[in-house]
C-alpha cells in the first residue's frame, strides 16, 4: 500500500492562503483518482476534492469552490490543494488519500488553522 505524508499547513489569517502537498511513499500514477480530506474537530472526515489520474477535477466540496485548487504531478508522487481566501470555516486537519480511501491507512494529516 502507498501511504501519504501531508505537509504544508499552518496558522493563517482569514483572507490568506496555504499550499498544502501530499507526498506519497510510491508512485501513484495508476491510482485513478485522490483526494484531499479534511476533519474538524467534532466532524466527520469530508471529501475536499478529488483529481482524476489525468489532472481532471472531478469533486470540489461546493463551500469550497472558486477558492480551492487540486493538482497532482504522477511524476513526482505529488498532490497538491491551494487554498486561497481561506475562511475560519476551512480550519481543520487536513488529509490526502485514494478516493475512495478504501483500506488505505490514512496519514497524520496537517493541521490548517484560520483565525485572526
Known amino acids: 500500500q502507498v501511504q501519504f505524508v501531508e505537509s504544508g499547513g499552518g496558522l493563517v489569517h482569514p483572507g490568506g492562503s496555504l499550499t498544502l502537498s501530499c507526498a506519497a511513499s510510491g508512485s501513484i500514477s495508476s491510482i485513478l483518482v485522490m483526494g484531499w480530506y479534511r476533519q474538524a474537530p467534532g466532524k466527520e472526515r469530508d471529501l475536499v476534492a478529488a483529481?482524476?489520474?489525468?489532472?481532471?477535477?472531478?469533486y470540489m466540496l461546493a463551500s469550497v469552490q472558486g477558492r480551492f485548487t487540486v493538482s497532482r504531478d504522477n511524476a513526482e508522487n505529488t498532490v497538491y490543494l491551494q487554498m486561497n481566501n481561506l475562511k475560519p470555516e476551512d480550519s481543520a486537519v487536513y488529509y490526502c488519500?485514494?478516493?475512495?480511501?478504501?483500506?488505505?491507512?490514512w496519514g497524520q494529516g496537517t493541521q490548517v488553522t484560520v483565525s485572526s
Open positions: 488519500n485514494t478516493q475512495p480511501p478504501r483500506d488505505n491507512p
Open positions: 483529481i482524476t489520474r489525468t489532472n481532471f477535477t472531478n
